[in-house]
Every structure is written in C-alpha cells, then in structure tokens.
C-alpha cells in the first residue's frame, strides 16, 4: 500500500497549483486524509486535512488560499491552492489513515501513512 503525491512544481507568486494524492493497493477504507508541509530547516506542519465525509479544517496561515477535497472513489485527495506566497515554498506531504489487506491477507488498520512528498517552489 502507498501514497502517491503529485502536482508540485515551480509556480510564480500570486499563482496556483493542485496537488493529488492517491492511496493505492489492497485498500478496504480511508479515512481522514490531509496534507502537511515541510519548509527547509522548519518542523513539518498541517496544511488542511478532510474527514471521509468532506469536513475540512485549515491552518490559520493557509485558510484563505487553499481548498482541500477528496474523490472516494478514487482514494484520492487534492490540495487546491491560490495566491501562492514564496513562504508556501515546501514539500507538500499527503497523509492518509488507511485500512489494507496486507500480503498475508490480514486486514491492518494505520493511521498517519505518509506519502513521499511533492516539492512546491514559489519564485520569481
């Protein structure tokens, strides 16, 4: 089982990007996803994250720019983000609670998977 991240790349200031992430394998449910970013020399933080329901909630310093939102039936969340600043500047991590049959067949219930990371460059 994995998380794929994607979408990142160099973006100029007051600009936008969507970010993917798709959790693949033997999935049997996901749960809550999110998305967290982690700037150079700075701890990793929580962007947005989504219930399997669509209830959303936002860092204070994104709030405003940013939508997060989720497919079900692609087990696929998406990061919307606008008005970018060159402090957005990260790789943007997805995050995703997950229950997967593993190789032996038994069913494993995780919280807090990571994906590998998109790096996002705000930049003129």
């Known amino acids: 089982v994995q998380l794929q991240a994607s979408g990142g790349g160099l973006v100029q200031p007051g600009g936008s990007l969507r970010l993917s992430c798709v959790a693949s394998g033997r999935i049997l449910n996901v749960g809550d996803m999110g998305w967290y970013r982690q700037a150079p020399g700075k701890q990793r933080e929580m962007v947005a994250s989504i219930t399997w329901g669509g209830r959303a909630h936002y860092a204070d310093s994104v709030k405003a720019r940013v939508t997060i939102s989720r497919d079900n039936a692609k087990n696929t969340v998406y990061l919307q983000m606008s008005s970018l600043k060159p402090e957005d500047t990260a790789v943007y991590y997805c995050?995703?609670?997950?229950?997967?049959?593993?190789?032996?067949?038994?069913?494993?219930?995780?919280?807090?998977?990571w994906g590998q990371g998109t790096l996002v460059t705000v930049s003129s």
């Open positions: 995050n995703a609670d997950l229950t997967y049959r593993d190789s032996h067949d038994t069913t494993i219930a995780q919280k807090h998977n």
